[in-house]
């Protein structure tokens, strides 16, 4: 795992090192890559846990299904604050895009 991470850093920072001699196209690739890469991660950790939520539910409700109502709403509002991670990360990836 360190042996990749040292051989994705010594493949980037020759990008890194033209970016800070003035080559503007470098730097504005990176930001792109940096923003892919946020809305990517976030897209990832958000579906992650909603299938952990939704997966939850089930499983509560084959357990007792007269607690469906309830755990689905339960389900419902927890699946709006795990959206929220994936906007962070579409925020994240605006500002990198417009701002930066």
Same mark, same amino acid.
């Given at each position: ?21 003035g ?9 792109? @890559? ?6 990517? @991660?976030?897209? @990832?950790?958000?579906?992650? =846990? ?8 089930q499983? =509560? ?29 579409? @925020?994240?990836?605006?500002i ?5």
């Amino acid at each position: 795992m360190m042996k990749r991470l040292m051989a994705i850093l010594t493949a980037i920072m020759p990008a890194i090192a033209m970016a800070a001699e003035g080559e503007a196209s470098v730097a504005k690739g990176l930001l792109y @890559l940096g923003a892919g890469l946020a809305i990517g @991660l976030a897209g @990832l950790g958000a579906g992650v =846990g909603m299938g952990h939520a939704v997966r939850g539910t089930q499983e =509560g409700v084959a357990r007792n299904p007269n607690a469906g109502g309830r755990l689905q709403t339960l389900m419902f509002i927890g699946l709006a604050f795990i959206e929220t991670i994936a906007l962070y990360g579409l @925020l994240i990836a605006f500002i990198l895009l417009f701002v930066v």
